[in-house]
């Protein structure tokens, strides 16, 4: 790695399951995150199905804000404490305040990150994922999460894999529709990851507050790709075999606050971060 940071390469693209159209007509969920977050780049379908849930659960704009500064600590704790220069994100979503490599590469400009997104509209904007730092790398794939094998082949053009790298799946593992086989796309990346290598988990979460649950249900039945929410129990099995740090799984905003996000309390959003032995 000491190598191919000396010699940054310019940034990379890769398709590996393309995805040719942007559909304007049918809400995404890249889309209206990036509105529940104050973003601009969403269509009138997009807006329409965020309004329609908020205003059943006026609360998920607080989850969508609570679980990006989870990201951010997350990240801020991965290099800034534990040594970590690489990173695979993915679920990488719409560039947005604060991503994955803004906030490690500003501690450490060597960090080397590679986004993944199956959402066209988050290729177009790749652009914006794709600016590093001069010392550090940037990549973006196409592909469905489920692809794990190629999205490795892939992301060891740009990571060298044999060194400890954190995994980001920040709220996509919902979007996978079976906990099964959510659990199995950890297992696999995990697995091809070596020791001192770090998860990174937050889902929206089963059993916190029934008002989430129905607009939730309601979203599923919309259109959009579902989004299934998961219990704690559910998302704490993600960790299965890695050391979990404190506090453990927890909601969100109480995972080591530091006045950033959403005041300390439970809402439907757990995550943690765990090292692999
Ligand atoms: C709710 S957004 C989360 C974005 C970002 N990670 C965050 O936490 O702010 C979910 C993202 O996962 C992506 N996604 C959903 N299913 C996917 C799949 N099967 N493969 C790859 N990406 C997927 C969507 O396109 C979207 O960008």
Redesign the pocket.
Known sequence: MSEQAATPEPAELQRIDTFETIDTSVP???RI?NYW?GGKDNHPVDRAAGDAYTDVFPGIVTI?RG??AF?ARNVTYLVAEAGIRQFL??????P?ADNTHQVAQRLAPETRIVH????PL?LAHARALLRSTPEGATAYIE????DTGRILEAAARTLDLARPTALIL???LG??ATHERARSIVAELMGALPSGSYLSV?DGSAGIDPVFERAQNAYNESGA?P?NLRTVEEITAYFDGLELLDPGVVSVPLWRPDGTGPEPRVIGEHGGLARKP
């Open positions: 995404h969920s890249a995150w977050l969508a679980s990006r990201l994100d993915v679920g990488t979503g719409l947005s993944v997104d199956n959402d988050v592909a469905d999460a489920q920040s709220n996509i979007h996978v937050n790709v989004y």
